[in-house]
């Protein structure tokens, strides 16, 4: 049971857009800033997406984050076959006094 | 070039002990507070533990209070990550991280926990 809550799953074609939240509480979200990561299969996870909406150099302008009270989302636009990929959303926890994650999107790209 | 690599990772016995160690480089080490993530096969993220700049707070996850210990020397821009009596449910691959709002991850050191 993860403290943030992200769908299992989602998926798109080629060229779609697609949306993935998460959903957390006052002491994560509501109050701390919203990390993305994307994991390829058997690889370590990479950082998409950093302090709610900045992406690391690198990173196509197709991958978007925002972040709206205690919830948060990541968009891809122009969904491409080498975004299938699993996400993560991750924040700071000020009652646990540690990052949390969200359990993982598995994006298919049909 | 921000770069973190594990080491330490392998087969040991429930009961046993084992050190990860994280070689931190490309950064100034002892601005940051340094994470350990753990993933264990076919799962999710799970965050271990945390320390901040100077190794003087830390904080663990619940299942491995009292049982793990994280470490940093900022002399030898390391981190560490000591395990004590490990179960078969700590197998995982672990993977170091920088703290701050710019992430880096290492890409990760698999222990396996098996009799």
């Known amino acids: 049971q993860s403290v943030l809550t992200q769908p299992p799953s989602a998926s798109g074609t080629p060229g779609q857009r697609v949306t993935i939240s998460c959903s957390g509480s006052s002491s994560n979200i509501g109050s701390n800033i919203v990390n993305w990561y994307q994991q390829l299969p058997g690889t370590a996870p990479k950082p998409l997406i950093y302090s709610n909406n900045q992406r690391p150099s690198g990173v196509p302008d197709r991958f978007s984050g925002s972040k709206s009270g205690a919830s948060a989302s990541l968009a891809i636009s122009g969904l491409q076959s080498e975004d299938e990929a699993d996400y993560y959303c991750?924040?700071?926890?000020?009652?646990?006094?540690?990052?949390?994650f969200g359990g993982g999107t598995k994006l298919t790209v049909l | 070039e921000v770069q973190l690599v594990e080491s330490g990772g392998g087969f040991v016995q429930p009961g046993g002990s084992l050190r990860l160690s994280c070689a931190a480089s490309?950064?100034?080490?002892?601005?940051?507070?340094m994470h350990w993530v753990r993933q264990a096969p076919g799962k999710g993220l799970v965050w271990v533990s945390c320390?901040?700049?100077?190794?003087?707070?830390?904080n663990y996850v619940d299942s491995v209070k009292g049982r793990f210990t994280i470490s940093r020397d900022n002399a030898k821009n390391t981190l560490y990550l000591q395990m004590n009596s490990p179960r078969a449910e700590d197998t995982a691959v672990y993977y170091c991280?920088?703290?701050?709002?710019?992430?880096?991850w290492g890409q990760g050191s698999l222990v396996t926990v098996s009799s």
């Open positions: 490309g950064f100034t080490f002892s601005n940051f507070w």
């Open positions: 991750a924040t700071w926890d000020d009652s646990l006094n540690g990052w949390v």
């Open positions: 320390i901040n700049n100077d190794g003087s707070r830390t």
């Open positions: 991280a920088r703290g701050g709002s710019t992430p880096h």
